[in-house]
């Protein structure tokens, strides 16, 4: 989190840090306020040594574990104390992962997948400290990108619920995040309360599309003011499962000066818990010639 995000976070032990995020986020709203808190998905490990992040973020095709990766995050997380956040993209069976979506929610629940789920709850049955899954994410627009968005809701309810269900019996722990991206169609999408223990959305700040879209560079409150009162129906605890900002240097500082000054419980967004930043280009391209905006910070953007 860029610069001015970090003036309000505090420089507590990694561990304390760590054990700090759940109590916050599923007590009886009775509790002290906290300062929203910030983690990253972060392939390249340039916040590794930052005491500023409190989740380590990883992506997983469940096809193909990238066990090395998996072994390197998850050992990073445990040395820093960060809960570990585990994002499951359930691709297809197909030669090219994206194709025979139409099948995708029929193999789920007829098993042929059991084998995946097993493995990747496993791992994360293995760690030893906080961990949350994030299954089959922005589920509700279909864009070709992922084969689990197909405008299929009740399929993916389904599909959704069986991963759920199997997972809980090897990782009985592990704490469920459902993250539509935040879009009007997501209420179809919704499991039930029973299969959530979070809902994340994903927010992204693009400074030149702002401007021409809307003639001028929005704030953060803004953009994830839409999606907030989309999700905020669900009474589950909020965070931002992917963030990104790219633009001039004051429009992102503005956007991280605005999270960090936000208190859970509390404000316009009062069940927002955390944000957990995607530090690395984006790898598609967006449309209407945005290219792949390049969301990266440092270590040094980090420092107070």
């Avoid at 293995?126 to 994030?134: A, L």
């Avoid at 627009?141 to 399929?155: C, L, M, T, V």
């Avoid at 001039?248 to 936000?262: E, G, P, V």
């Avoid at 927002?272 to 990266?296: I, K, M, Q």
Wanted: a neutral charge; hydrophobic letters at 35%; glycine letters at 10%.
């Amino acid at each position: 989190m860029p610069g001015a995000a970090a003036a309000g976070l505090r420089s507590d032990m990694a561990e304390t840090k760590a054990a700090s995020i759940e109590p916050h986020l599923f007590d009886d709203g009775q509790s002290a306020l906290q300062t929203v808190t910030f983690g990253a998905y972060d392939p390249h490990d340039l916040l590794r040594n930052s005491d500023q992040s409190s989740i380590e973020h990883v992506f997983l095709y469940w096809q193909a574990v990238d066990e090395p990766m998996l072994a390197a995050k998850m050992h990073l997380a445990r040395m820093k104390g960060r809960t570990l956040m585990v994002t499951v993209e359930p691709y297809t069976k197909a030669a090219n992962w994206r194709d025979g979506g139409d099948l995708l929610f029929t193999d789920i629940r007829n098993g042929e997948f059991d084998r995946q789920i097993a493995a990747v709850c496993g791992a994360v049955a293995s760690f030893p400290g906080v961990t949350w899954v994030r299954w089959g994410h922005e589920m509700e627009r279909p864009s070709g990108r992922y084969p689990w968005a197909r405008g299929d809701a009740p399929g993916y309810i389904a599909a959704y619920r069986y991963f759920v269900e199997a997972c809980r019996k090897i990782a009985p722990r592990t704490r469920y995040v459902w993250s539509p991206k935040g879009e009007r169609e997501l209420t179809d999408y919704y499991p039930g309360d029973a299969y959530v223990d979070l809902v994340g959305v994903s927010v992204w700040g693009l400074e030149k599309q702002d401007r021409q879209q809307y003639g001028r560079p929005r704030g953060f409150a803004e953009t994830f003011g839409e999606k907030y009162r989309r999700v905020e129906k669900f009474g589950k605890p909020v965070i931002i499962a992917e963030l990104g900002v790219a633009g001039r240097k004051r429009y992102r500082q503005a956007w991280m000066s605005a999270i960090s000054a936000l208190s859970t419980g509390s404000g316009p967004f009062p069940l927002l818990t955390c944000a957990v930043y995607f530090n690395d280009r984006e790898p598609s391209h967006w449309p209407n010639g945005y290219g792949s905006p390049d969301w990266r910070m440092t270590a040094s953007d980090l420092a107070p």
